[in-house]
Every structure is written in structure tokens, then in C-alpha cells.
């Protein structure tokens, strides 16, 4: 009796073998009850996400990493000189800044604490009030700002080297007047951080309001309000979330300017409630990219359109 009882223990066990079930199975020898326990296939277990680490730089390190810090520590606003990879003076005290503005302690030196907080997404960016009051360790020491000429009284609104103090003309079928075709060093300076500015897409009319958050090459801008990113979505249409360039004319201080935008909003905001995650880029005459430091031809050749060149 025990024989055949035992055979029958053994025969379920095969079974569940032959069958190729991915379970284990127990036999209890005393009570002769089987229990299986389910496994999940190897491809439905879900592997743990790598860990980013960014190395430990100080002063005097160069090299690729220092190229990111810069570039990094340039997108929050703290770094406005020159991407070189070579970790200086320049580059430690932009360190301190953002160490300053994120509640870590104020070192120059880019440990665990400082990259935990450089790379994530609750970065505070250089707060917009305090840039003038560092602009000459920022690399934005202002100069001169141009003085604005009078509004031709004539109809000379498409005269691409004139000063308009109105918003563009926008006729029926949504085309823009051209505006002025200023250089960047200029511009800056009416274009200023924290400035306001009415935006118009040259193709469609279609407006809004944005606020110049940072930038030392060209402008980043981000729109004010949820409407506003609403107008500049509808204004992109199907090229919003892509880098395709557009002809605008930015109105500001008095001028309407010749410029170029794009639709990829990226790197970290000022901005809260607008309904937009990051920022956008706003090129003018011999604006430059921040990271290479060239000027993009895309966003000249928009800019001329906007110029009526």
C-alpha cells in the first residue's frame, strides 16, 4: 500500500516536469500533498534602472564632464562665458552660485550633494533679480543701451531698418509686417532678463506674451501664462516638440524686432503654471547657440525673412 502511495507522488511530480510548467513543486513525504509554487518568466521580471552618476570636478579639472557642468550651470543661468572644459575661477564661482541658490553648502566643489541637485529636474535656475547684481562675474556686464528712434510717420512698416513703437500689422490672411533687423548685442539690452515681450509668428499673426528667463547668446524665453503657451502651441501647429525654425517678430521697448523661434521646449523653467516644461529659444541677427558658440543659419535665414531680407 505504501509502495503504490509513494508511486503516485512520484508519477505527479513527472507530470508537472513533462508538462513543462514553470513552477516548483513540493512534495510533503509525510502527507503526500503537492504544492506548486508559480514563477514568473525571466522576461516578465523587471530589472532595476541603472543609476546615473556624474563624476566629483573641482578647480583645475578639465575635460568632457567640465563641458557639461558649463553647459549645465550655463541652461540654469549661473555660467554665461564660454564653454571650454577647463574647470577655473570663472566656472567655481558659478558653482558656488547655484550651490548658494539650491541650499547646498557653498563649496566650488561639485560633489554627490552638488550633482544630486545640478541634474534634476527641481534645479533652481539663477534667480532673475539677482543677475544684475552679479552680471560682472556672469559674463553679462551690460553696455550701452541704444537709444530708440521715432516711428516713421510715413508707411514705411515693412522697412527692415526702422524703429516701429506699434505691434505689427497682421492682415486678413494672418501675414505680419517685417520688423527691425538688430544685432543680438544690441537686442540684449532692450530684451533684457526678466523683461516681457509680445511675440508674433510672421506666417500666422498669431501673438503672445512671453518673459526673457535667461540666455546670454540669444534669448530663453518662456511663455507667461497657460493661454499664452496655448497661442504659442496653436501658432506651431504640427511642429510643436521639434526644433524646426520660425520667422517672429518679438515686440519690446519700443522696437519690433526681426527674429526666429522654435517649438522644442527644453532644459529647466522659471515659470510655474503655464502649462509648459522648460523653455524655448529666441535668435535675433548674429545670436549664437549656447554650447557651440556658432551662429545658426536656420534661425539667420528667419530672422532675414522677419527683416524682409
Same mark, same amino acid.
Given at each position: 500500500m505504501i509502495k503504490h502511495y509513494f508511486t503516485g507522488v512520484v508519477l505527479a511530480v513527472t507530470v508537472f516536469c513533462a508538462l513543462g510548467i514553470q513552477a516548483g513543486a513540493q512534495a510533503d513525504l509525510d502527507t503526500g500533498i503537492v504544492t506548486v509554487e508559480e514563477t514568473l518568466p525571466l522576461e516578465d521580471m523587471q530589472q532595476p534602472e541603472p543609476e546615473v552618476t556624474y563624476p566629483e570636478l573641482?578647480?583645475?579639472?578639465?575635460?568632457?564632464?567640465?563641458?557639461?557642468?558649463?553647459?549645465?550651470?550655463r541652461d540654469l543661468?549661473?555660467?554665461?562665458?564660454?564653454?571650454t572644459g577647463y574647470f577655473?575661477?570663472?566656472?567655481?564661482?558659478?558653482?558656488?552660485?547655484f550651490q548658494k541658490y539650491n541650499d547646498i553648502e557653498v563649496t566650488g566643489f561639485v560633489g554627490n550633494a552638488t550633482n544630486h541637485v545640478l541634474y534634476a529636474n527641481e534645479a533652481k535656475r539663477m534667480p532673475i533679480e539677482e543677475i544684475d547684481a552679479n552680471a560682472?562675474?556672469?559674463?553679462?556686464?551690460?553696455?550701452?543701451?541704444?537709444?530708440?528712434?521715432?516711428?516713421?510717420?510715413?508707411?514705411?512698416?515693412?522697412?527692415?531698418?526702422?524703429?516701429?513703437?506699434?505691434?505689427? *500689422?497682421?492682415?486678413?490672411?494672418? &501675414?505680419?509686417?517685417? +520688423?527691425? %533687423?538688430?544685432?543680438?548685442?544690441?537686442?540684449?539690452?532692450?530684451?533684457?532678463?526678466?523683461?516681457?515681450?509680445?511675440?508674433?509668428?510672421?506666417?500666422?499673426g498669431i501673438s503672445w506674451t512671453v518673459k526673457?528667463?535667461?540666455?546670454?547668446?540669444?534669448?530663453?524665453?518662456?511663455?507667461?501664462?497657460? *493661454?499664452?503657451?496655448?497661442?504659442? &502651441?496653436?501658432?506651431? +501647429?504640427? %511642429?510643436?516638440q521639434n526644433w524646426k525654425r520660425h520667422a517672429c517678430i518679438v515686440v519690446v521697448g519700443g522696437y519690433r524686432l526681426a527674429a526666429s523661434y522654435h517649438g522644442y521646449p527644453h532644459g529647466y523653467d522659471a515659470?510655474?503654471?503655464?502649462?509648459?516644461?522648460?523653455?524655448?529659444?529666441?535668435h535675433f541677427k548674429n545670436s549664437r547657440t549656447h554650447c557651440s558658440n556658432k551662429v545658426d543659419p536656420d534661425h539667420q535665414a528667419c530672422v532675414r525673412k522677419a527683416a524682409g531680407l
Open positions: 573641482e578647480l583645475n579639472d578639465n575635460g568632457f564632464e567640465v563641458v557639461n557642468l558649463q553647459c549645465r550651470l543661468g549661473y555660467y554665461n562665458y564660454k564653454v577655473g575661477s570663472l566656472t567655481e564661482y558659478a558653482v558656488r552660485l560682472d562675474r556672469l559674463g553679462n556686464t551690460p553696455s550701452p543701451t541704444p537709444k530708440a528712434t521715432p516711428a516713421p510717420t510715413s508707411n514705411t512698416s515693412n522697412n527692415s531698418n526702422a524703429s516701429n513703437n506699434s505691434a505689427p *500689422a497682421v492682415s486678413s490672411g494672418g &501675414k505680419v509686417s517685417t +520688423g527691425t %533687423y538688430m544685432e543680438w548685442s544690441q537686442v540684449t539690452n532692450i530684451f533684457k532678463r526678466g523683461t516681457t515681450a509680445t511675440v508674433y509668428d510672421f506666417d500666422t526673457r528667463t535667461g540666455g546670454s547668446k540669444h534669448a530663453d524665453v518662456e511663455p507667461v501664462s497657460a *493661454a499664452d503657451t496655448a497661442k504659442y &502651441k496653436q501658432a506651431l +501647429g504640427k %511642429y510643436y515659470i510655474s503654471g503655464n502649462n509648459l516644461t522648460g523653455h524655448y529659444c529666441i
